[in-house]
């Protein structure tokens, strides 16, 4: 079992639609949670990042963190274009360990 | 500040050589660490150095080393290359009281 688990996608939505991106850990000692983007060609950046269980917005973003089912995802509101790229969960137990990505599309 | 920046961005080398890339980190930030990405194994976490020690290690022979400099610079070593690690290395680095880490652009390296 890899230790955190994204579903690869690709996902596909309308512009204007809702994007959820799921993360699953395997680490219940894992303290921090993070969202980065990546386009294709560079780095990743940063998102967001949730400690407590709940959720936290940032503008269009919303990260839910739910520690007893070691689950994290992302949603994207209001999905742009601009916004296809590949996320990556990232989980910061004794390192930081990073999800394999899901690629997201969104389709004018 | 300036962002992270790596030397060079990209690196031809041939099978059995070594190479030498180079990390300076966000101005304050003392926390180093290498990731190597690949599409079949996505981001893998190699070492990390903080205060010119190596804080923790990820699963990777020993061929893969690094070091951290006073200036908190850093630089990753791979010898005898292998076709295997034609990849792109992503260093972040992040202040010591934070966790948030910052990547720099990436050197991407093929291996022929």
């Known amino acids: 079992q890899k230790e955190v688990e994204q579903n690869s996608g690709p996902l596909s939505v309308p512009e204007g639609a809702i994007a959820s991106l799921n993360c699953t850990y395997s680490?219940?000692?894992?303290?921090?949670f993070f969202w980065y983007r990546q386009y294709s060609g560079k780095s990743p950046e940063l998102i967001m990042f949730?400690?407590?269980?709940g959720d936290k917005e940032d503008g269009r973003f919303t990260a839910q963190l739910n520690k007893a089912s070691q689950y994290v995802s992302l949603l994207i509101r209001d999905s742009q274009p601009s916004d296809s790229a590949t996320y990556l969960c990232?989980?910061?137990?004794?390192?930081?360990?990073f999800g394999a990505g899901t690629r997201l599309t969104v389709k004018p | 500040k300036a962002g992270v920046t790596q030397t060079p961005r990209y690196l031809i080398k041939t099978r059995g050589q070594q190479v030498t890339l180079s990390c300076s980190p966000i101005?304050?930030?003392?926390?180093v660490s290498w990731y190597q990405q690949t599409p079949g194994q996505g981001l893998q976490f190699l070492f990390e150095?903080?205060?010119?020690?190596?804080?923790n290690k990820g699963n990777f022979p020993g061929r893969f080393s690094g070091r951290q400099f006073s200036n908190s610079r850093s630089e990753m070593n791979v010898s005898t290359l292998e076709l295997g690690d034609s990849a792109l290395y992503l260093c972040?680095?992040?202040?010591?009281?934070?966790?948030?880490?910052?990547f720099g652009p990436g050197t991407r390296l093929l291996v022929l």
């Open positions: 972040a680095t992040r202040d010591s009281e934070a966790e948030t880490q910052y």
């Open positions: 680490d219940r000692g894992s303290q921090s």
């Open positions: 949730i400690y407590s269980n």
């Open positions: 990232a989980v910061n137990g004794n390192d930081m360990r």
């Open positions: 101005s304050g930030h003392r926390s």
């Open positions: 150095y903080f205060s010119e020690t190596q804080r």
